[in-house]
Every structure is written in structure tokens, then in C-alpha cells.
């Protein structure tokens, strides 16, 4: 018997992006799409495609009955939408994952400062796992309810964990400078995201006040075993998708860089998607597109005392759809690769 799959918000980039993973993963069935603007409309229509492997129309969000249709809701929509089906989906007894930010977070109050919505479902939050599966695989496991992390946070996290895990930075020092592709604004229409606005172009935005910073500081403080801020500057670039992030931290003492190198390939060892990459080579966001994996490499810049790290994702994989396929194996007990396991598409 295959999982029943229901996607809400299957019509966004993300969404779009799990249909295509999952139309092809060995254990999963797509028996629900919803739209909000699509009602009736074939998904092809939406996705061309997506023609000859999904024939099914879009439809309206009805969270009873979509979810009593499905073993798995996967929720890709604006934040703030995802708690009433949520709800529902526990009630019903089903497995439930948003690739939004309504359960990503510790605190409710949190998540309501930097979100500026109400968190309707507070109560969820103490069973909501963070979907991160390179640190929190065992919780994922047993888990009903994961909100599965942020792009830019997952590429920032898996980018500084050995470090702060071995305590070789000066926790007050880290710097995030990171871009992203015009995918991870959604498929939504706004000025920003015009062709002339972002061709040609390049440009910070949401300086020391974007909402991935708090998410961020959560998880590098759990690591770090303290209270961590972190400064978090993104970047819009003329590319449809990846995350290229630049991470800084001054080292508390000096070490040097095959030390380092050593400490990232023995905390990744056994991690499939993520890759320390050898000697020579640097991240680049092409080599990851189109698949879940994380390229890294950490190098020592002796006369500045600093180490500068590396970190590629692409975000509506790894950053979004992937880790959600990987979170939903995990909770099904797969392997946690099935689905995934293909590099990505060059050039
Ligand atoms: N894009 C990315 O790289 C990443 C996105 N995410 C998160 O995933 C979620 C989806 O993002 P993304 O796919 O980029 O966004 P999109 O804008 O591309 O898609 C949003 C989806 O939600 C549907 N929708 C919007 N409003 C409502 C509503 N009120 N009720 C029901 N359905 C609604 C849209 O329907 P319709 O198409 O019919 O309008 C569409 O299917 C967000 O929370 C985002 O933060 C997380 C990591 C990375
Ligand atoms: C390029 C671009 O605009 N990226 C988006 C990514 C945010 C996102 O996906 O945020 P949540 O999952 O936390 O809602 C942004 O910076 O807002």
C-alpha cells in the first residue's frame, strides 16, 4: 500500500516542486492538489510539465475532506494558513508537514514578533518538530507534526553546525551573508520580481530585520549550547534558483585549515545529502539544482583569524520540497534517500 499524499498549496513553486518529487517517489500517491486560484483546472494546465504524469485537477481547500483523503498533508502555503489544517490533519490522526513557518519556531511569541500574525494553534507547537533532518533525525522519526525549515536557515545551519557544535567560534562574531535566487520569492506577482527589476541586478533587502534571522538564532543557539544573534543579511540575484551562503565567524583560537576540514567530513560522515567538498573544488548553486543536496566547504583564513564557510542549497530543494520528502521517509520509516537520490541538473 502506497501513502496517500494530499498537497495544499500544490499550484506555488514549492508545491509544484513536491509533485514532481513525489509523482515519482516508489511509496507515495498524490491523491490531492489544492489551489487558490486554479479551482477545476488540471495540473498540467498550471505545469505543463507535469503533462503525461499527473492527471488530476486542482482543487479547493477543503481541510476535512482533503484530509480524510490522505495518509500525509503537506501544507505550501503563505505563512499563518497552515495551523487550521494542522489541526485538522492531527485530529484525523494524519502525519502533517508545512514547508511555511507556522511550526518552525520554540516560542509562539517569537514567531508572532517577526510574523506579525497570531498563532492560532499554540497548544501544537510543544509536538511540532524542526524538520532539519541532519540534526534532529530521531525526533523526525517518531514525529506527527514538522515544519520543515526555512531556505536561506537551512542553508545557514548546516553551513555553521560543526563549529558551533565543537565551540571553535566566538559565538558573538557570526555573519551571514547570504543571495538567493527569484524562486524563493514564490510565484506570486510583485513589483520586485519583475524581469527588469531583478535581470542585470543585485540587491539587499530585509537588512538586520529579515524573518529567517530569529529561526536561524534558534537552532545555532541549541547547537552552540547559548544564546546566539547572528547577523543575516539576503540577497536577490538574476538566477531562478539556489542559495549561495557566505558565513563568517572569528575562531577562538587558531586551528588549522585540514583540522577544520577534518571536523566537517567526521560530522557529516554518513550524511548522503550533505557533501564537504574535496580539496580544490568550491560550492557553486548550479552544482546542486534540481537536487536535495547541500555543498559545503569551510576554509581557514589565518591572517584574519577568521573562518569563512561555503554553503549551496538549492531552495526550493533542500531548502523546501527535498527536506520535506526526506522528513516524510523519515517519518515512514524509508529510506531516507528513496526519491531523492539523483544529483542535480548541470548546466
Ligand atoms: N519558494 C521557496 O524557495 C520556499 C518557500 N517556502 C515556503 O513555502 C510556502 C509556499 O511558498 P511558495 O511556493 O514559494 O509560494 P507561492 O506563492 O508560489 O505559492 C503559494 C501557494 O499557496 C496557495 N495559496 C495562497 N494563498 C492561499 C490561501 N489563502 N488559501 C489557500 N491557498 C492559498 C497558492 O494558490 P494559487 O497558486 O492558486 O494562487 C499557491 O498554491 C511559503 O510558506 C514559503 O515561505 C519555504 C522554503 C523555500
Ligand atoms: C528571494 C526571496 O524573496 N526569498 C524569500 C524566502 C522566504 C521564505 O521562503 O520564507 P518563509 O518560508 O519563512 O515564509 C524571502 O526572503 O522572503
Not at 552552540?224 to 565567524?249: C, K, Q, W
Not at 573544488?281 to 583564513?301: E, R, W, Y
Request: net charge negative; glycine share 8%; with cysteine.
Amino acid at each position: 500500500m502506497k501513502i496517500k499524499v494530499g498537497i495544499i498549496g500544490a499550484t506555488g513553486y514549492a508545491g509544484a516542486e513536491l509533485v514532481r518529487l513525489l509523482v515519482s517517489h516508489p511509496q507515495a500517491e498524490l491523491v490531492a492538489l489544492t489551489t487558490q486560484s486554479y479551482e477545476d483546472s488540471q495540473f498540467y494546465e498550471v505545469y505543463p510539465y507535469i503533462y503525461r504524469y499527473v492527471d488530476q485537477k486542482c482543487l479547493q481547500l477543503d481541510p476535512p475532506s482533503l484530509v480524510g483523503a490522505a495518509d500525509v498533508i503537506f501544507t505550501a502555503l503563505p505563512h499563518g494558513h497552515a495551523m487550521p489544517v494542522a489541526r485538522e490533519a492531527l485530529r484525523q490522526g494524519k502525519k502533517f508537514i508545512d514547508l511555511g513557518a507556522d511550526f518552525r519556531f520554540d516560542s509562539r511569541e517569537v514567531y508572532e514578533k517577526w510574523y506579525k500574525v497570531e498563532h492560532t494553534a499554540p497548544d501544537l507547537l510543544e509536538q511540532a518538530v524542526y524538520g532539519l533532518p541532519e540534526l534532529h533525525r530521531d525526533k523526525i522519526r517518531s514525529a506527527c507534526l514538522v515544519g520543515n525549515p526555512g531556505c536561506y536557515p537551512t542553508s545557514v545551519i548546516l553551513g555553521l553546525a560543526p563549529l558551533l557544535a565543537h565551540g571553535l567560534v566566538d559565538t558573538g562574531t557570526v555573519v551571514a551573508d547570504c543571495k538567493s535566487g527569484v524562486s524563493g520569492a514564490g510565484r506570486g506577482l510583485s513589483l520586485g520580481v519583475h524581469f527588469a527589476e531583478v535581470n542585470e541586478n543585485f540587491r539587499a533587502y530585509n537588512v538586520g530585520q529579515h524573518r529567517h534571522t530569529p529561526e536561524i538564532e534558534q537552532e545555532l543557539s541549541k547547537l552552540a549550547g547559548e544564546d546566539m544573534v547572528i547577523s543575516f543579511t539576503p540577497h536577490l540575484t538574476p538566477m531562478n534558483r539556489g542559495i549561495l551562503s557566505t558565513l563568517y565567524a572569528r575562531l577562538k583560537q587558531e586551528i588549522s585549515a585540514a583540522k577544520v576540514r577534518a571536523l566537517y567530513e567526521e560530522y557529516y560522515n554518513g550524511e548522503f545529502f550533505v557533501r564537504v567538498l574535496p580539496e580544490g573544488l568550491l560550492p557553486q548553486t548550479k552544482a546542486v539544482a534540481g537536487s536535495n543536496h547541500c555543498d559545503l566547504v569551510p576554509v581557514v583564513d589565518p591572517r584574519t583569524g577568521r573562518v569563512v564557510v561555503i554553503s549551496v542549497i538549492d531552495n526550493l530543494i533542500k531548502g523546501a520540497a527535498g527536506q520535506a520528502v526526506q522528513n516524510m521517509n523519515l517519518m515512514y520509516d524509508l529510506p531516507e534517500t528513496m526519491g531523492l537520490d539523483r544529483p542535480g541538473l548541470y548546466p
